[in-house]
């Protein structure tokens, strides 16, 4: 970051740009463009910028390095034209004589002269080696280390403008795709900005060196050469725009597969209950094959463009050779006249090696491109985002921040929709006054805009028209950090974060001390069952919360609302997931909470709204009826009726036992949990689980780490792509032969140096003409090795994808409940790893290839030619080596250690962005952008470190090729001077071994991307291997035709197998006839949900068994069971497709419209779906969010019904509806049970009064059980509880 940036406040903004349509239209267009390279390194600081142009100038250097040589060349071509083997040219009056020198031996004084003119040219080869060493060095640590410290700051700044948008921008931005954009796009743009671009310097400065050494030693050679430039650059520019774009659409088309694939492992329990395994994968696979086609489409572009470039340049040398043998034509015949025409033998090689080097760095320089235009899209996506201000920012300091507040609330003539839903108006001319220290309660029907207002309230939205005053003021007039750090808020389904309780209570108030955590938690009734757990305040929660029940986690909540003593609190559903003896301690310190402070209620449970001061009713966004509860009830109208429709008639022995003459029991909505008994800190649905202590978690961590980390075999690798077998070959065919490329031209070239030693002799155009069939044969070699290795390496990318995705969707819940599966590691994992494994095959087993080819061709002319110099020159070989596996090895280095780091870092992002709601309403985005910069710290330090050895793994390798030519080119000039070799031999030697050498280096320069390749081939071979216990996918197990539904617990134990030491369920025994309906009811965390988690074989049981029909559940096929069981949970997962789809959700066969229609009368919702503009193809948006939480309940219960299921089991199915809604459902529900074995968990025992059975359950075991009445007539638990549930007069 800048300085100006690090002085700057957190989140600031400079300006506003209010986010709509035509905004997202407008940057789309902008962003196609890519960002420009101001924009690309804006984030630079003086010391990026000091470093970038230190290693740009000794890239410059480096890429100087080879054209300084072909200077040498040049003088040392003429030393051998006149040396021993050659021929001396002397003036006869005025008349050139050309005297063979033949052999030395006895010459000595020719011999001598010889030697010490090569002994000094050897000499510049190690001065140029020793430059290369150290300017190699500097270049890329330079770059490196600019590069890493720019990605940190882009990391940061990215992330925390993503945690600053508004509420309406992540309605149209969803989750998975912005951390699939926060971890791909930004390793793209880092691939762009470090060593690849000082690259691009390096082989620009030999573009430039080249060409300006031609210039001097001959313009017009140069100027024939360079006549075909311009279509190389039109070339290259061509395919650079091409590469861009496609590398911006594929991104875009993976972003929405990323979306998907984020949505369904965070919502995976769903996915097992309904077998929606199959239906996910097909909406994967169709989510990944535009993104396949693209990358075919691109690697035939790439393919066709560089071959073209290659054809271009090679007929540009052909054209100087010919050119160059009439220059040293005319160079003859002039010799001895007063003025020179033409140019030497060596002058032509001088001038044909440095345009040839100069062309040479375009093909060289066209990957990095590709990775610089691609880093260029990915940041215009990115730099998108960051420019995007906020309307409004909940982290700036602009806006009014009163000394005092009061607490005075009006909505005058409010209007509202969402912005993503502007056809459905929610809100309208919606009016209401809340006086400060007031506690105004809003009940209605789901979906009639109550939690709104809630949202209104904390300015999550807008208004469209009409003001929200607070104390006089518009709430757009005051601070909105401010506002949101005077309002408490308990939602109606509470998020905890992935931490400790007491951090997730401390982020209600980040200066709060143990003691003030304490005091809240006891307040909330949550102190002790959090006491009773094994860590006590210092317990990890999970991720989501999901080490905790529903109870806990609402108790957890609401104490890290208590903890801000705020002046205004929001009670959305507060305490719907308390059991009743709980609710009563909350409601108590609830009441307490809210003396002296503004108090806004939603509920549908009227018990907790009876004692507010006023009571709005709202229906269809306006208030239809508001006064006391009493007022109300007087009146006799829609309140009174919701009243009533909470009744159920109680028996009159319970009434009298109870001493009470009440004509209602309350409903409860969730999960209970007496604070007297145990509290049990286990999850219906365990989707992660925490360690025993931080250190064995680290310490557990590293252990599995380690085992990840094993590299596979390479052969492993490639036999993931065996299926495109063909492809492969002709690729790998083409780039064999493509290898042989530069050899013959070596070959070649030693044969145009007998054409410029005997000119008058040898056939110019033949050998000039072969240069151009080489041409030819190049741009057929890179055509066919680019679209058959592109289609290769698209395939099996696209396979690698939808096989790990597949192997998730195999695992059970065990496996989600280890920390490391969280759901943003593995979405993390699935957008990048599949594609670094195609960097190990595909394009890089051609380079690889053809880098074999070329130094095995090269070596076989090297011995035919001169076996003694060949010799000499394998032995350098191993240094070669040596400095090749020197660069692996740092450049492999701590890959993992990093991966690992900033998996860290994306779990931490991927948790803040599913859950943005929660962290601005807590106003902690600087809390949560801190801590993902400090997972960042880490792996910049060791990246930082890693720059270093890189640099000097690069420069030896480089160096120690010019080495390497200085001793050999010595040993050779030995070779000539006894007459051993002739000189066009050494030639050929040496330029086989030259031109072979660079190929090679180009090929190393893709080193980086193998070794990621491999670490991210060793984590999908490793979760490609994991087959699960209870494995979906097997088939496996009696395949029962016909089910009766008879379900018996015998004697079951069970503990979550990432806690095995505390014991859920203790020899549980109950049992449901065909037909029945049993209900089960205790307190939270008492095991019901764990029973119903054991029945779909989510887990095994340790001891005792489930059966059904008389056959233990181990023993029945598993995808057979689970199709004739149906779920409907406390809190209903919906997907991002339409209603239709989600109703017909994870059916085999193809549901009918009408089956779809007919469930959802059943469950109360069609007549709503009716009224949305697209009817059933409505999309529900991510996880449901367009939908309120009863219209996602009653779609969860018509998704139950359509299935016509044998077990139907009811987790708090009706929790989330309205009273009316509610007893409709419950009617439907009724009606869907007969017939079928029927299992509920319930708090609101109005729901389950007419079970055939009812289990008490309490610490795993059956306390009590019989019919309603009976259990009544016991006055144990089961009376207590229905005798909790009741109005007050």
């Known amino acids: 970051m800048t300085e100006h940036d690090e002085k700057a406040p957190l989140l600031s903004s400079t300006k506003g740009e209010k986010y709509s349509e035509e905004k997202s239209n407008k940057e789309e267009k902008q962003s196609a463009k890519g960002a420009t390279f101001g924009q690309l390194f804006r984030y630079a600081t003086a010391l990026d910028k000091f470093l970038i142009f230190i290693g740009s100038v000794f890239a410059i250097a480096v890429g100087g390095g080879w054209p300084a040589l072909s200077v040498i060349f040049g003088e040392l071509t003429d030393t051998f034209v006149s040396g021993p083997g050659g021929f001396q040219f002397v003036c006869i009056n005025g008349s050139l004589a050309i005297n063979s020198t033949g052999n030395t031996t006895g010459n000595d004084s020719i011999a001598e002269d010889f030697n010490e003119k090569m002994s000094t040219y050897a000499f510049y080869y190690l001065y140029i080696a020793g430059a290369v060493l150290v300017s190699g060095y500097l270049q890329i640590m330079c770059w490196t280390t600019a590069c890493e410290r720019q990605i940190h700051a882009i990391r940061k700044v990215y992330f925390r403008s993503i945690v600053r948008q508004?509420?309406?921008?992540?309605?149209?931005?969803?989750?998975?795709?912005?951390?699939?954009?926060?971890?791909?796009?930004?390793?793209?743009?880092?691939?762009?900005?470090?060593?690849?671009?000082?690259?691009?310097?390096?082989?620009?400065?030999?573009?430039?060196?080249?060409?300006?050494?031609?210039?001097w030693k001959s313009w017009k050679m140069t100027l024939v050469m360079m006549s075909v430039t311009p279509l190389l650059a039109v070339s290259a520019g061509v395919m650079s725009v091409f590469l861009r774009n496609y590398t911006k659409r594929e991104q875009e088309s993976y972003a929405g597969a990323g979306s998907v694939a984020e949505e369904v492992l965070s919502c995976i329990r769903t996915v097992i209950s309904f077998n929606g395994q199959r239906q996910e994968q097909l909406r994967y696979e169709n989510a990944l094959k535009e993104s396949r086609r693209l990358g075919i489409r691109k690697s035939f572009v790439q393919g066709l463009m560089i071959g073209s470039i290659m054809f271009l340049m090679f007929g540009t040398y052909a054209l100087a050779f010919w050119y160059g043998s009439e220059q040293v034509k005319d160079w003859y015949s002039s010799y001895c006249a007063a003025e020179r025409e033409g140019i030497s033998p060596g002058e032509v090689l001088t001038v044909f090696f440095c345009v040839m080097i100069g062309s040479f760095s375009i093909g060289n320089a066209a990957p990095h491109l590709g990775s610089i235009f691609g880093a260029k899209g990915a940041a215009a996506e990115v730099f998108d985002t960051i420019d995007n201000v906020p309307e409004i920012d909940g982290t700036t300091d602009k806006g009014e921040m009163p000394a005092s507040l009061r607490g005075d609330i009006d909505f005058v003539g409010v209007d509202f929709t969402y912005p993503t839903r502007e056809d459905v108006k929610v809100l309208k001319n919606f009016n209401l006054s809340i006086g400060h220290g007031q506690t105004v309660a809003l009940v209605g029907s789901s979906g009639c805009g109550k939690s709104t207002v809630v949202n209104l309230i904390q300015r999550m939205y807008d208004p469209e028209k009409g003001r929200i005053l607070l104390d006089g003021?518009?709430?757009?007039?005051?601070?909105?950090?401010?506002?949101?750090?005077?309002i408490g808020?308990?939602?109606?389904?509470?998020?905890?974060?992935?931490?400790?309780?007491?951090?997730?209570?401390?982020?209600?108030?980040?200066?709060?001390?143990?003691?003030?955590?304490?005091?809240?938690?006891?307040?909330?009734?949550?102190?002790?069952?959090?006491?009773?757990l094994p860590h006590g305040y210092r317990t990890l929660v999970g991720e989501r919360g999901a080490q905790l029940s529903g109870g806990q986690k609402q108790r957890v909540a609401?104490?890290?609302a208590l903890i801000r003593n705020p002046r205004i609190l929001l009670l959305d559903e507060a305490t719907s997931a308390l059991d009743s003896e709980s609710e009563k301690i909350v409601q108590s310190a609830l009441d307490q909470a809210r003396l002296g402070r503004t108090t806004v209620m939603v509920a549908h449970r009227l018990t907790t709204v009876q004692n507010a001061d006023i009571i709005y009713v709202v229906d269809k966004g306006e208030i239809i009826e508001y006064g006391t509860h009493s007022q109300l009830m007087q009146k006799e109208e829609f309140y009174y009726q919701l009243v009533q429709a909470q009744s159920l008639e109680p028996d009159d022995k319970a009434e009298e036992a109870n001493g009470t003459d009440s004509k209602a029991y309350k409903r409860q909505r969730s999960q209970p949990s007496t604070s007297d008994t145990q509290d049990l800190p286990l999850k219906k649905q365990l989707s992660q689980q925490i360690s025993v202590s931080e250190k064995e978690k680290e310490k557990e961590k590293e252990e599995v780490e380690e085992e990840e980390a094993e590299p596979p075999k390479y052969?492993?690798?490639?036999?993931?792509?065996?299926?495109?077998?063909?492809?492969?070959?002709?690729?790998?065919?083409?780039?064999?032969?493509?290898?042989s490329t530069m050899p013959l031209f070596a070959l070649f070239f030693g044969e145009m140096i007998k054409v410029f030693i005997d000119i008058n002799e040898s056939d110019n155009v033949l050998w000039s003409m072969m240069f151009l069939a080489l041409g030819g044969l190049n741009f057929i070699c890179h055509l066919f090795m680019n679209v058959n290795l592109g289609i290769a390496g698209e395939r099996m990318t696209f396979r690698l994808r939808l096989k790990v995705f597949k192997a998730y969707l195999r695992q059970d819940p065990t496996y989600f409940d280890d920390p490391k599966h969280g759901t943003g590691s593995l979405t993390t994992r699935l957008a990048t790893d599949a594609s670094l494994v195609k960097t190990a095959t595909g394009f890089r087993i051609g380079t690889i290839l053809s880098s074999i080819v070329s130094l095995v061709a090269a070596l076989a002319i090297a011995f035919y030619y001169g076996w003694k110099l060949a010799l000499v020159v394998l032995a350098g070989v191993p240094i070669l080596m040596l400095s090749s596996s020197l660069q692996i090895k740092v450049v492999m280095g701590k890959h993992k250690d990093d991966q690992n780091k900033l998996e860290d870092a994306g779990k931490v992002a991927s948790e803040t962005i599913e859950n943005i709601r929660t962290v601005q309403s807590l106003t902690r985005e600087k809390h949560f952008f801190d801590l993902y910069a400090s997972h960042l710290e880490s792996p910049l330090r060791s990246n930082l470190k890693q720059a270093q050895l890189y640099g000097f793994a690069y420069g030896f390798s480089q160096s120690v090729v010019f080495a390497m030519y200085g001793g050999a080119f010595r040993f050779g000039a030995w070779q000539v001077s006894l007459g051993e070799m002739a000189p066009e031999n050494v030639y050929k030697v040496f330029f086989a071994i030259a031109f072979t050498g660079m190929t090679i280096g180009q090929a190393s320069s893709f080193l980086p991307d193998y070794s990621k390749a491999k670490h991210a081939a060793a984590l999908i071979f490793k979760v490609l291997e994991t087959i699960p216990g209870i494995d979906i996918y097997s088939s496996r197990g009696t395949y029962m035709n016909k089910v009766e539904g008879k379900v018996v617990f015998k004697n079951v134990s069970f503990s979550y197998p990432m806690r095995?030491?505390?014991?859920?369920?203790?020899?549980?025994?109950l049992k449901a006839e065909p037909g029945q309906t049993v209900a089960l009811v205790g307190p939270s965390g008492c095991g019901k949900s764990t029973a119903i988690s054991l029945l779909q074989r989510f887990y095994d049981v340790q001891d005792g068994e489930i059966d059904v029909d008389g056959v233990d559940v181990r023993n029945l096929n598993l995808n057979r069971l689970r199709s004739f069981i149906s779920v409907v949970s406390q809190e209903p997962i919906l997907f991002d497709c339409s209603i239709r789809e989600n109703i017909s959700y994870g059916l085999d066969s193809d549901v009918g419209m009408d089956d779809v229609i007919e469930a959802a009368r059943k469950a109360n919702i069609h007549d709503f779906i009716t009224t949305l503009p697209m009817g059933y193809e409505t999309l529900v948006g991510e996880k449901g969010t367009q939908l309120s939480g009863g219209q996602k309940q009653r779609v969860a219960i018509a998704r139950a019904i359509v299935r016509n299921p044998t077990i139907l089991l009811l987790d708090e199915a009706t929790s989330a509806l309205d009273t009316e809604s509610e007893k409709q459902v419950q009617a439907a529900l009724d009606a869907a049970q007969k017939g079928r074995t029927c299992i509920v968990i319930a708090h609101r025992l109005s729901t389950i009064q007419n079970c055939d059975v009812i289990y008490v359950i309490d610490e795993g075991q059956v306390v009590e059980s019989g019919t309603h009445q009976s259990l009544l007539s016991l006055k144990g638990v089961y009376s207590a509880l229905v005798s909790a549930q009741q109005f007050t007069k």
């Open 166 to 215: 508004e509420i309406g921008w992540f309605d149209k931005h969803q989750s998975g795709e912005l951390t699939t954009r926060l971890s791909d796009d930004i390793n793209k743009i880092k691939d762009g900005l470090g060593d690849k671009f000082s690259f691009t310097f390096q082989y620009t400065a030999q573009f430039f060196s080249g060409f300006a050494i031609g210039f």
């Open 473 to 486: 003021k518009d709430i757009k007039e005051l601070n909105t950090n401010w506002l949101r750090n005077n």
């Open 489 to 532: 808020v308990v939602s109606q389904e509470p998020v905890l974060f992935g931490m400790t309780i007491a951090e997730n209570i401390k982020l209600g108030n980040t200066d709060a001390t143990i003691q003030e955590i304490e005091d809240a938690a006891k307040a909330a009734n949550a102190h002790d069952f959090i006491t009773k």
């Open 558 to 560: 609401i104490a890290r």
């Open 715 to 739: 052969f492993r690798i490639l036999r993931e792509n065996f299926p495109e077998c063909p492809f492969l070959i002709f690729g790998v065919l083409f780039s064999a032969i493509q290898g």
């Open 1060 to 1069: 095995s030491e505390v014991r859920v369920l203790k020899s549980l025994s």
